[in-house]
Nanobody, 115 residues
Framework: QVQLVESGGGLVQAGGSLRLSCAASGSIFSIYTMGWYRQAPGKQRELVAGITNGGITNYADSVKGRFTISRDNAKNTVYLQMNALKPEDTAVYYC?????????WGQGTQVTVSS
């Protein structure tokens, strides 16, 4: 089993920054994609940012230019640097890791942006 431990969430004012981290442990063989999803009240869960094992990234249009995803393969860790945060970024953020045909999820971390 793979376990994902998330950290870095919290409360921040609009325009501020947060950095989320997600470290994978357990039965690690070869991680393919890593990413961050979020779910806001009354909204569907959406992909915020993803990164492949080759370093190719993609972002939701709403966060382009503000968020940056990165990974440290040696540490099996993915990061999400969030700048210029907006109230609409408020959501529970979930780390996701794909290893071969398996997908794993973190427990979620709350990000709240006040206006």
């Amino acid at each position: 089993q793979v376990q994902l431990v998330e950290s870095g969430g919290g409360l921040v004012q609009a325009g501020g920054s947060l950095r989320l981290s997600c470290a994978a442990s357990g039965s690690i063989f070869s991680i393919y994609t890593m990413g961050w999803y979020r779910q806001a009240p009354g909204k569907q869960r959406e992909l915020v940012a993803g990164i492949t094992n080759g370093g190719i990234t993609n972002y939701a249009d709403s966060v382009k230019g503000r968020f940056t995803i990165s990974r440290d393969n040696a540490k099996n860790t993915v990061y999400l640097q969030m700048n210029a945060l907006k109230p609409e970024d408020t959501a529970v953020y979930y780390c996701n890791v794909r290893q071969q045909v398996e997908y794993y999820w973190g427990q979620g971390t709350q990000v709240t942006v006040s206006s």
